[in-house]
């Protein structure tokens, strides 16, 4: 996506091909501007991040931003109109799927030119960022007695030092489904992936007893063995079969307490930065997102695939209307196809549920001046950079490939994350416009603001200032900034939710089947 072109001083022109220009601040009505299509004047207060029409659009004519179509005009526009909800709309498109167009190889640094972090390695050979004991429930009546034992460890770097934390992944799944149906296999992938995830170092799981979802079958089909004791059963403790809350809570606390010494026995080391996988995601966006934080992030995920590491993009039904910039970058036509197929079984599911992808933006990106989903999408997607699109997963589905994969997600910041880091992302960078307070253990999660304001009235919760490109920093050195802000994550810095010990409560693995 192109580097931000001023028009004027007061606002932002994408693209040679735009019919809008973005406010830089609020702007009075009569403002006068100078745009590269001639004077234009304002008819009414426009508010910072929004959209002014520089060129008339009659009715059912696109406009376009970022060089690309953002919906249709449901009402006349004229130079000078506020371009929002009451004047533009969606709509379906006619995308030209040209596979590959853009893939272009991607130029890796000399092995001599590696940078490293300082990360633990686990026996599979995969590196963690973070290292934590998890308690994984099979299902949500046995939620209680996880968090009890969590919290019986809330101070548990005091006793075992080299221990992040304790975490009780809580759910609301585990029965209620059809067994070994859709959303049974969907829950145990995500809990197996978590218990081998690079950042857990040991796991205990808790089980009620009379759950669809049986610990011992999923330690069965996934291979799951003791952490300490490699090739015996990993430790599990039955409500039922223990005798109900109290005797659970206690048997899970000392299955806990013997693992701690092992892990704490794990030591950061110097690892290469092409055991990264970081996972991108953005909450609460506004129209400055898709111009500062978002290409920003973009180019940290390009330096970091070019040094062997790995990206991955999700959100589905936020690539709407963007999804012909990823199959110009896919590798192959295989991978272009998985990604289709994807999208048109969401379209498909929305609409047996009396929902479609125009429900898309939210209230409080409407707000920050995004209009259709078709516009959110595209500055969406600039989080994935450049490099090609090597391959589509499914979701919570572990990632084998290295470089930029796209992975298939619901857009709800919870949902989406719990599948991304499940895939093995030990790194995780989250967008915002309006001011996400995002975490999630047991990955870090550095928060990019995309606007100064937001980042000033959130500076708790903000790591990075995106918003300073609007000012006249460029995209490379904010995106650079951020690389090397995850580096220092990746090695230990706290980030700001971390600081304040948001994380436990965003755990949230995606049902899309019914409840029985």
Not at 151 to 164: E, I, K, L, T, Y
């Amino acid at each position: 996506m192109n580097a931000p072109a001023t028009s004027a001083s007061k606002t932002l022109r994408l693209h040679p091909l735009d019919d809008v220009v973005i406010a830089k601040a609020n702007l009075p009505g009569g403002t006068a501007l100078e745009t590269e299509s001639g004077p234009v004047e304002l008819r009414i207060d426009v508010a910072s991040g929004h959209k002014i029409a520089i060129r008339a659009r009659a009715v059912g004519e696109p406009v376009h931003r970022y060089g690309q179509i953002i919906g249709f005009a449901s009402a006349p526009i004229a130079p000078g109109d506020h371009v929002h909800t009451h004047n533009l709309h969606g709509g379906e498109l006619q995308q030209d799927y040209e596979v590959g167009r853009d893939a272009r190889p991607v130029i890796p640094y000399p092995p001599e030119a590696m940078r490293y972090f300082q990360g633990y390695l686990r026996a599979d050979g995969r590196v963690g960022t973070r290292n934590y004991v998890a308690v994984i429930p099979t299902v949500n009546c046995s939620a209680t007695v996880s968090k009890f034992v969590r919290d019986r460890f809330r101070d548990v770097s005091r006793d075992a030092p080299g221990v992040d934390g304790v975490i009780a992944l809580t759910h609301h799944g585990g029965c209620g489904v059809v067994a070994n149906g859709e959303d049974h296999l969907l829950l145990e992938r995500v809990l197996a992936n978590y218990a081998v995830h690079p950042n857990v170092a040991a796991f205990v799981i808790v089980a009620l007893g009379c759950e669809v979802n049986q610990a011992r079958t999923l330690i069965s089909r996934h291979g799951l063995t003791h952490p300490a004791m490699p090739g015996t059963p990993p430790p599990v403790v039955g409500i039922q079969e223990i005798g109900g809350t109290r005797k659970a809570v206690e048997a899970a606390i000392d299955e806990v307490a013997r693992l701690l010494p092992y892990a704490g026995e794990t030591r950061r080391t110097r690892q290469p930065i092409s055991q990264l996988l970081l996972g991108t995601n953005c909450g609460g966006s506004d129209s400055y997102s898709g111009i500062t934080a978002n290409p920003a992030l973009g180019w940290a995920v390009d330096e970091l695939v070019r040094y062997g590491g790995g990206a991955v993009l999700g959100e589905t039904t936020e690539i709407y209307g963007a999804e012909q910039l990823l199959i110009r970058r896919a590798v192959n036509g295989d991978v272009a196809e998985k990604l289709l197929k994807r999208i048109q079984w969401w379209r498909t599911h929305l609409q047996r549920h009396g929902a479609d992808v125009e429900h898309n933006p939210s209230p409080g990106n409407i707000a920050g001046g995004i209009t259709t989903v078709l516009e959110k999408s595209l500055g969406g997607v600039a989080k994935a950079g450049t490099t090609p699109l090597v391959d589509v997963v499914e979701y919570g589905e572990r990632i084998g490939a290295r470089g930029f994969v796209f992975m298939d997600t619901p857009g709800y910041d919870p949902v989406s994350v719990t599948g991304i880091i499940a895939g093995g992302a030990n790194l995780l960078a989250f967008t915002t416009g309006r001011g996400s307070v995002f975490g999630f253990k047991p990955v870090p999660s550095l928060k990019l603001a995309s606007n100064s304001a937001t980042y000033r009235r959130m500076e708790e919760d903000m790591d990075v200032d995106c918003g300073t490109i609007l000012e006249g920093a460029s995209i490379e050195e904010i995106g650079r900034r951020i690389f090397d802000e995850l580096l220092e994550v990746a090695s230990g810095k706290q980030t700001k939710s971390e600081a304040m010990g948001i994380g436990d409560e965003e755990f949230d693995p995606w049902m899309p089947g019914p409840t029985i």
